[in-house]
């Protein structure tokens, strides 16, 4: 008799911590497609309507990635990233952009901000699965 416990494969991938993310974003229908998106592939999603409730929960859960809407209502996505990189217990999170700006200039002025990526909208859902994994795996 060994004296390894006998676990399942099962069993030994539930003892992993799951990974989380934080979805900043003010659309229902949008907050709801990042979950349920995020969700299907095994992701943890917590959610966040603004800005300020985005940050107080980032502090509190410290996920593992931030997908943020940069026009947000009160608080813009830039200002909550700034507030983020500026803190040190949030500035290692990961934040993905997700914007429906695309003028000339405007992913440099997200990425200058301290975003870490940049998805357009209406976003793709494969480009944009790729992009959060590059930041996961």
Request: with cysteine.
């Amino acid at each position: 008799m060994s004296d390894r416990p006998d676990h399942s494969v099962a069993e030994v991938v539930s003892l992993e911590r799951p990974i989380t993310i934080l979805v900043i974003e003010d659309n229902d229908l949008n907050r709801k497609l990042f979950r349920d998106l995020l969700s299907a592939n095994s992701y943890v999603v917590l959610l966040a309507a603004d800005g300020e409730e985005g940050y107080r929960v980032a502090r509190e859960r410290q996920p593992d990635l931030i997908v943020l809407d940069i026009q947000l209502p009160g608080a813009s996505g830039l200002d909550v990233t700034r507030w983020i990189k500026d803190d040190p217990a949030t500035r290692e999170i990961p934040v993905v952009a997700v914007t429906a700006l695309a003028m000339r200039g405007d992913e440099q002025r997200v990425l200058a901000a301290g975003c870490d990526a940049y998805v357009s909208k209406p976003i793709s859902c494969g480009e944009f699965l790729e992009t959060v994994n590059r930041f996961l795996t």
